[in-house]
């Protein structure tokens, strides 16, 4: 099922996106007011506004991820490792914590990825299948060597909503029975 509501959707979900198109119904879709979008996060106490350039956790501008409060200099200096870190040979599944915690360390899984993605899927990102979540995070980093560079570079359908990543339909609910 599709809601009609805000943020219905997610634009790097390719599949939904895909049906949407095949359905006719691209001149429905609305992206998420850049304005309105802005998450925030609270810590140590203050509410910290997600640092431009952070696409589902993954920071892929290089000055406001340097200039954030929420991650220490030496969480800063292991997110960065992610460029450099191998990708993980194979196609097994692992938590979406995991592979988080593997790709760009403790402290932006804490800090950013736990409160943001949990609270889409709202369960605890150490017991959400990565596969099930978000395989594209999985695909980024067979293709590119790196989240950072696989979400840098936009891949995937979404590209022309790269901007506005959630997406609702305006005028449609509708259901599919299989």
Do not use: W
Request: proline share 5%.
């Amino acid at each position: 099922m599709i809601e009609k509501g805000p943020d219905a959707f997610l634009a790097r979900k390719t599949a939904i996106l895909d049906l949407t198109m095949e359905l006719g119904l691209e001149a429905e879709l609305v992206s998420t007011n850049p304005k309105a979008k802005s998450a925030c996060i609270l810590h140590k106490g203050k509410l910290h506004t997600m640092p431009m350039g952070f696409i589902l956790g993954i920071p892929t501008k290089l000055t406001p991820f340097i200039r954030t409060g929420l991650i220490s200099p030496l969480g800063k200096a292991r997110a960065a490792l992610d460029l450099i870190i191998p990708a993980k040979k194979g196609d097994a599944d692992e938590s979406l914590g995991d592979f988080i915690k593997r790709r760009l360390g403790k402290e932006v899984l804490d800090q950013i990825t736990e409160p943001l993605l949990s609270g889409i899927y709202a369960g605890d990102t150490h017991s959400l299948s990565l596969m099930s979540t978000f395989p594209q995070f999985k695909l980024m980093e067979q293709k590119h060597g790196s989240l950072i560079k696989g979400m840098s570079k936009g891949a995937g359908k979404s590209q022309q909503y790269k901007t506005n990543c959630r997406i609702s339909l305006r005028k449609v609910c509708f259901f599919l029975i299989g």
